[in-house]
């Protein structure tokens, strides 16, 4: 793969790295099919120039909805939507297509046209531009090159894998210049490594050309590995919004609680902690780790400090916007008196779940929201 | 009859078919796609909704294409006396044959439009491509290969209208086979007839197939 693409040059009017470049305000979008659907719900919410923006939410929740408002696939029903500059809100259709040429769009089921080939299906948005053909097949060659399909340029979607259909998307969907990406669960119909190809591009996408991407997904592990920050919708509401960091270090809904335990499975459940104890009797203890704890060197040096021996029972350690996150359990062997010191000390830095022992057990008993 | 006899009627009668079938193919065609586009397009929630253009084509619709042909021939008089001047003849029944024919490639052309993706569409949407470029850049020829056969399909018909050309003092194979064959009791016009028409429909879904596989990409 080459990084042959030349960056879009920056955009005078534009918002800068770090400036609104969406903002949602007060927005909502109800159907009318029968029965009144509000699939979007009072939302406000900015999208930040340079950065990679996760909207997370179980199906049904809106978020589709929500981004094809910020191309105006979709029209509001009240509320106003800004981007990069422009109130799309108030354009008439006529006037949204400008707008939508500057915001690239892919899509879960890719949406190529099976008509034309992977180079036809990349210049269309540029046929719809209006740029001469030597200037188009040189956009083309030079975007296929970047998302490393060059040599299928000729063949027809059909004949692609998931993957390669996805990469033609991207291709086709940075044509245009575009200084933003929807990316509307892009990755739902790949499988995990694939999955991994095309969340490292979109990442390339943003890091080298400074593209700010709006990622649509249903899976944590998206954002937790590609998004520098998320939205957590449910009905139709924003619940939570923040560094995707803090969000998972701290979330504050349960919602958000459910999808960082889809994430990461590092902490064990009621009947887990129930099997752990016929093998290991004695004091358990469930450790957060963190970038304060320093993975689980901090942890580590408590231990020895006081003299008690740990064992590790269960736990797991990822990644999350590239810092390590993650909790560890541990049985603790040793003197009542020094465990307790230990016990004390882990929690004055970080958190701690006291699973207590087989003889006294403590705080499983009510399973979720202890042990999360 | 001999075969000297019935070869040059034959001929005359394959041009006569040929010349009607090809023309409501080809006018036919021709507005039963922009019908058929416009029906599409008028739906509700599409590209240039518009509920009145929907209701209108689709009652027209529904209207003109269960009336049997040869009713229907009878019943457009007054319209093909103004166009072409006069209600008998080939030409008559040309005239009636390409309206009957947009109308019924209409409706082919609109099943085949509604089984497409709409996800290309948004693409297309997505894009900035205004309605018009999206109708003729997308529409038409990420459907062409079932169009193409839905096309096909209409030759059958469209042969099958000519037939009774002969009522309404038309010509083609059709008057052949009822004037010559069935008229007087002779199987062999009759059947001759009939072999001709068979292969003429054949060579025209063999020529669909082969257009249809080669509008694919696969």
């Not at chain 1, 408002?69 to 809100?89: H, W």
């Not at chain 1, 008196?337 to 004055?348: C, F, G, K």
């Not at chain 2, 999206?134 to 062409?144: G, H, M, R």
């Not at chain 2, 469209?158 to 309404?168: E, F, I, N, P, Q």
Request: charged content about 20%.
């Amino acid at each position: 793969m080459s990084d042959a693409l030349t960056a879009p040059a920056a955009d005078a009017a534009g918002a800068r790295p770090g400036e609104p470049i969406i903002r949602f305000r007060d927005v909502t979008k109800v159907f009318r099919t029968g029965s009144e659907v509000r699939a979007v719900d009072g939302v406000t919410l900015d999208v930040l120039a340079g950065e990679v923006f996760g909207v997370i939410g179980y199906s049904g929740a809106g978020k589709s909805t929500l981004v094809r408002l910020v191309n105006a696939l979709e029209t509001a029903t009240s509320g106003t939507i800004e981007v990069d500059g422009t109130t799309v809100t108030d354009l008439p259709e006529a006037r949204l297509r400008p707008v939508r040429a500057r915001i690239g769009m892919i899509f879960q089921q890719f949406n190529l046209l099976g008509s034309r080939t992977v180079a036809g299906n990349v210049a269309y948005p540029l046929r719809v531009a209006g740029w001469p053909r030597a200037r188009r097949e040189a956009r083309v060659a030079e975007l296929l090159e970047f998302v490393g399909i060059a040599d299928k340029a000729r063949s027809y979607p059909s004949r692609l894998s998931g993957g390669q259909k996805q990469r033609v998307g991207i291709a086709r969907a940075l044509a245009a210049d575009p200084r933003i990406l929807l990316a509307d669960e892009a990755t739902s119909a790949l499988d995990p490594e694939t999955t991994q190809d095309v969340l490292a591009l979109l990442r390339r996408v943003n890091r080298e050309l400074g593209v700010t991407v709006v990622i649509i997904t249903h899976e944590m592990d998206v954002v937790r590995t590609t998004c520098d920050r998320v939205a957590v919708m449910e009905h139709g509401k924003v619940v939570e919004t923040g560094d995707v960091y803090d969000v998972f270090a701290n979330p504050r809904q349960p919602v958000t609680r459910r999808f960082v335990e889809t994430a990461l499975r590092d902490r064990p459940g009621p009947d887990v902690v129930a099997r752990l104890r016929t093998r290991h009797p004695g004091r358990m203890v469930v450790v957060g780790v963190d970038e304060q704890t320093g993975s689980s060197a901090r942890v580590t040096q408590t231990l020895r400090t006081h003299g008690v021996d740990g064992t590790i029972v269960y736990g797991g350690i990822t990644e999350v916007a590239s810092r390590p996150y993650g909790s560890l359990t541990f049985e603790l062997v040793g003197d009542g008196d020094r465990i307790a010191r230990v016990v004390a000390e882990l929690e004055s830095y970080t958190d701690v779940v006291d699973l207590g022992t087989a003889e006294e057990p403590r705080d499983d008993a009510s399973s979720e929201e202890v042990v999360r | 009859m001999t075969w000297d006899q019935l070869e040059p009627l034959l001929w005359t009668a394959l041009g006569e078919t040929l010349q009607m079938v090809l023309t409501a193919m080809v006018v036919g065609g021709f507005f039963g796609l922009l019908l058929g586009i416009g029906l599409y397009v008028a739906r509700p929630g599409n590209l240039l909704q518009s509920r009145a253009l929907f209701v209108v084509i689709n009652v027209l619709i529904n209207l003109v294409r269960p009336i049997p042909f040869i009713i229907f021939l009878a019943a457009l008089g007054p319209l093909t006396r103004i166009v072409v001047g006069t209600t008998i003849g080939t030409p008559a029944v040309t005239f009636a044959m390409c309206v009957m024919t947009s109308f019924v490639f209409a409706r082919i052309v609109e099943q085949n439009l509604v089984s497409l993706d709409p996800g290309m569409i948004e693409a297309a949407r997505a894009m900035g491509a205004s309605p018009w470029r999206i109708i003729v850049t997308v529409l038409v020829p990420e459907a062409l290969a079932p169009l193409i056969l839905g096309f096909t399909f209409l030759f059958i018909g469209v042969l099958d209208m000519s037939a009774v050309a002969g009522y309404v003092g038309g010509g083609g194979l059709g008057d052949l086979a009822i004037v010559y064959g069935y008229q007087q009791y002779n199987w062999v016009v009759t059947y001759v007839v009939v072999l001709v028409i068979v292969v003429l429909a054949q060579l025209a879904q063999l020529l669909g197939n082969l257009l249809a596989r080669k509008a694919l990409h696969r």
